[in-house]
C-alpha cells in the first residue's frame, strides 16, 4: 500500500479537501450519479480521510459504514465521526466478508479500485451485499488516461504502473492497475449488476482559479470514469422478499 494513504494520510486528508482532482472534478462527478440518500443504509469502500463521509452524514444518510485498508485513513474517520459511523480496516482485494447480504441500500467507491489487481471479488461482493434495487457508484482512472503509462503497448493487458505523484507536497511513490475498459465492465456485469450510467466527468469552473494550465487539461482530456451499477430485481429476488 503506499505511504500516501498511511505515512502522509493527514496530509492527505488536507489536501483532498479543496484541491483540483478531487474537490472540484472527482467528487463532484460520482455525487452527480446519486440519488437521494435520506434514511439510506450506506457503505463507503475505501474511505480514505472520510471527504464522503462528511457529505454522506450530511445527506442523513441511515447507517454509514466506512472501510480502508489504512489503519491510519480509518483512525481519521474515528476520530472526525466517533460513533455516528461503523469504521473499520479491511483489504477490499477480498471483497466484503463482514458485511451481510443484501444489506446496503447504496455502495460508494471512490477512486480505489485501481489499487486492486482482480476486481472480480470486489464485485461479487458488491452484488450481495446490496439489497435488490440498490446500487453502487464508483471512479476510477480513466483507461484511456492510463494507457500512456503502458509499457507493453497493449491496451488489453493489465499492468502495474508506478509512479511519483506532488498530491502532498513531496513525490510520493503509489503503484496501481491500469487496465481497459472491458475489463472493468466486464467485472462488473459478470457479478450480476447492471450498468446504468457511465460519465467521464466535468471539471468545475472553479479550477480556473486555481491553475488554469490543469483547468485546460482536464477540460480536454478525460482523467477518471464513473460508473452507477444497479443490483435490479429478479423474479427470484422479488419473491424472497416478499
Ligand atoms: C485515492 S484514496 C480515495 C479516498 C476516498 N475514497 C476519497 O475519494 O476521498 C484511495 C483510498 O483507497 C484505500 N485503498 C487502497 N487499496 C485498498 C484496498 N486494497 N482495500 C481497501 N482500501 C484500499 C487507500 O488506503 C485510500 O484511503
Known amino acids: 500500500m503506499s505511504e500516501m494513504y498511511t505515512k502522509h494520510a493527514v496530509k492527505y486528508a488536507e489536501v483532498v479537501k479543496d484541491n483540483i482532482y478531487n474537490a472540484l472534478l472527482e467528487r463532484p462527478s ?8 435520506q434514511g439510506k443504509d450506506v457503505i463507503d469502500m475505501g474511505c480514505g480521510s472520510g471527504e464522503y463521509a462528511q457529505w454522506l ?9 466506512c472501510i480502508d485498508i489504512s489503519e491510519e485513513m480509518i483512525d481519521l474517520v474515528k476520530n472526525k465521526f466517533g460513533l455516528n459511523v461503523h469504521a473499520y480496516c479491511q483489504n477490499l482485494s477480498q471483497g466484503l466478508p463482514l458485511e451481510k447480504d443484501n444489506s446496503a441500500d447504496v455502495i460508494v467507491c471512490p477512486l480505489v479500485l485501481h489499487y486492486i489487481e482482480n476486481l472480480t471479488p470486489v464485485f461479487e461482493s458488491v452484488c450481495r451485499v446490496l439489497k435488490p434495487g440498490g446500487y453502487i457508484v464508483f471512479s476510477t482512472h480513466h483507461p484511456f488516461a492510463d494507457f ?3 509499457e507493453s503497448g497493449n491496451y488489453f493487458n493489465r499492468e502495474l504502473v508506478e509512479e511519483e505523484w506532488d498530491t502532498v507536497g513531496t513525490p510520493v511513490k503509489v503503484q496501481f492497475y491500469r487496465r481497459s475498459l472491458t475489463e472493468i465492465s466486464e467485472a462488473v456485469t459478470n457479478s450480476g449488476l447492471l450498468i446504468s450510467k457511465i460519465s467521464e466527468g466535468m471539471i468545475d469552473e472553479k479550477a480556473k482559479d486555481l491553475s488554469e494550465s490543469t483547468y485546460n487539461h482536464l477540460k480536454n482530456n478525460p482523467n477518471f470514469i464513473f460508473f452507477r451499477c444497479e443490483k435490479v430485481h429478479t423474479q427470484q429476488n422479488i419473491k424472497s422478499d416478499s
Open 148 to 150: 500512456e503509462c503502458s
Open 57 to 65: 452524514l450530511e445527506q442523513s444518510v441511515g447507517r454509514l459504514t
Open 30 to 37: 460520482t455525487m452527480a450519479l446519486l440519488g437521494d440518500l
